[in-house]
């Protein structure tokens, strides 16, 4: 979970880094296709860091296909780069009020091995080029995954509203 909060913290300052708007470093499409012990893995985020520019991101779909947007535009900066996945199983939804510890460190869970979260660990490189299509596949494996059975428990003490 905390390497997870630090990849969305790093993601945050690198974007508010790289700025905005026109002009900036050229860009192309990106899609893909992300399976899991040779299943689609449906719902996992997907983080392309260019070894230079601002990263892009993407969701996956119930057939594991995901396209690249940088800041709201489609596609992703030119030339090679690192890319990290996660999926996630959310456990305890609060509403109301701030979560305490406890709750905010079983909130959630990785459905796949936490390495594949993390740019440096992941193993996992692309390169988007402006010559050629750009349509990528990451197979992924490890221990099969065990998603919840149930909704996300709504933790208790949650405040109502008036």
């Known amino acids: 979970m905390r390497d ?59 057939g594991g296909r995901f396209t690249l947007n940088t800041s709201g535009e489609s596609g992703a900066v030119l030339g090679p780069g690192k890319v990290a996945i996660t999926a996630v199983e959310q456990l305890i939804v609060v509403e109301g009020r701030e979560p305490t510890a406890h709750e905010l460190a079983n909130m959630s869970r990785s459905l796949i091995p936490e390495k594949y979260g993390h740019p440096v660990t992941s193993g996992l490189t692309a390169e988007v080029r402006d010559d050629e299509e750009n349509e990528f596949t990451f197979d992924l494996s490890g221990p099969p995954i065990k998603r919840s059975e149930t909704a996300p428990k709504q933790a208790e003490g949650a405040q109502e509203e008036a």
């Open 4 to 62: 997870m909060i630090r990849i969305c913290g790093m993601f945050a300052v690198l974007t508010a880094m790289a700025g905005c708007g026109d002009g900036g470093p050229p860009m192309a499409p990106v899609a893909g296709t992300v399976t899991y012990n040779d299943s689609p893995l449906e719902g996992a985020s997907v983080i392309f860091m260019p070894d230079s520019g601002q990263p892009a991101t993407g969701t996956t779909d119930a």
